[in-house]
């Protein structure tokens, strides 16, 4: 018998519901998982509310988990009883104690790294990890705006540019937030919601504006980003945390030769040996300490309501995860 959070219709964290459930067999490509550490991310927020519909109702949602592996499919290779695991994956089903996942999602987790940090931070890496490496060239010349520079994955972007020499500049949602950004790198950092916010950005570059923006706020910050942005700039899109951005006119764009993106992790993970590397990638950042995390929020399985409530409070910043 297993437990896990059951979703059997959309609304507000009341919907996740604790339940007991059986859990079959793992087929012969699938590894049975028991988790130690579940992540939670703002898509769980998503897919519980019914912004995202990707869910098949009722469902466990969940994204990412560090476990240690129990069984194993017939046809897998490559993996040992009791070897400590993690997974990423777009079906779901991480809020539970245990999960029959397929073979090609699940990473070893390096014996440097610990459950926790892994489920809480494993999936904001490797999305770092896409943004810097995978959407448009991010280098030494390159001054970059990070909108909830103190989040979950802004803090871990902030430090990972700032560890390639980027000039970083951040924005945040309140003032009390500032000395956090600055001890992740940013030289400046702007309340977002301050209505000079664009002129401010303008005042730190000499005028020109950021090359790149990467947003993860949405609908809040997206005409400031825009206008944040140097003549042939980059808007990345990555989230929308203050809601779905409203459609752009591309004659905005042609204002200042932009372009935006609007990137998904999932897409990028391509073939297995892609997401291996990503992982490989992710790994190394946090053994050079290139990004650091130190900070961890549990909660009980079946408080999972609680845990959705502090992440929509603007409380996460990366260190929330629930124990099975
Ligand atoms: N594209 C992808 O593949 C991908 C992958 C991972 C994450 N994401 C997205 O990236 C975003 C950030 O993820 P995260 O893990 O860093 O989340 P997080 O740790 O919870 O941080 C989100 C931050 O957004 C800011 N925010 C602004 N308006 C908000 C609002 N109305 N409600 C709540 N927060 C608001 C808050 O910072 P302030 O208080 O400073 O404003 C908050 O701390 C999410 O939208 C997530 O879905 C996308």
């Known amino acids: 018998m297993s437990k896990a959070i059951i979703v059997s219709e959309y609304g507000s964290s009341e919907v996740l519901s604790h339940q007991e459930r059986d859990i079959r067999e793992p087929s012969a490509n699938e590894i049975r998982i028991r988790n130690t550490a579940i992540g939670v991310n703002y898509h769980d927020v998503y897919v519980r509310s019914g912004l995202y519909k990707t869910l098949t109702l009722p469902g466990i949602p969940g994204c990412e988990a560090s476990g240690i592996v129990e069984k194993i499919g017939d046809n897998v290779q490559g993996f040992a009883i009791g070897e400590r695991v993690t997974f990423c994956t777009r079906e779901y089903g991480a809020y539970a104690t245990h999960i029959n996942i397929s073979h090609d999602k699940v990473i070893k987790i390096p014996y440097f790294l610990s459950d926790e940090l892994v489920a809480t931070n494993f999936l904001r890496a490797m999305t770092v990890e896409m943004l810097m490496n995978r959407i448009t060239l991010v280098d030494s010349s390159k001054t970059i705006l990070v909108t909830a520079a103190s989040g979950g994955v802004g803090r871990l972007l902030c430090q990972w540019a700032t560890a390639m020499d980027v000039k970083v500049i951040g924005s945040v949602g309140s003032q009390e937030k500032i000395e956090d950004t600055k001890l992740n790198g940013c030289i400046e950092t702007f309340v977002s919601s301050d209505e000079k916010f664009s002129n401010k950005v303008l005042d730190v570059t000499n005028g020109k504006g950021v090359d790149i ?91 999972a309501s609680n845990a959705h409530d502090t992440l929509e409070s603007r409380k996460g910043g990366g260190s929330i995860y629930l124990v099975p």
């Open 213 to 303: 923006v990467f947003d993860s706020v949405g609908n809040d910050t997206f005409e400031s980003s825009l206008s944040s942005l140097a003549h042939c700039g980059y808007l990345i899109n990555f989230g929308q945390s203050s809601g779905p951005v409203q459609p752009v006119l591309m004659s905005t764009l042609a204002e200042k030769s932009l372009s935006i993106s609007r990137p998904i992790l999932f897409h990028y993970f391509g073939n297995r040996k892609n997401y291996e590397n990503m992982a490989a990638s992710v790994f190394k950042a946090f053994e050079d300490e290139i990004i650091k995390v130190s900070e961890f929020t549990p909660f009980d399985l079946k408080n």
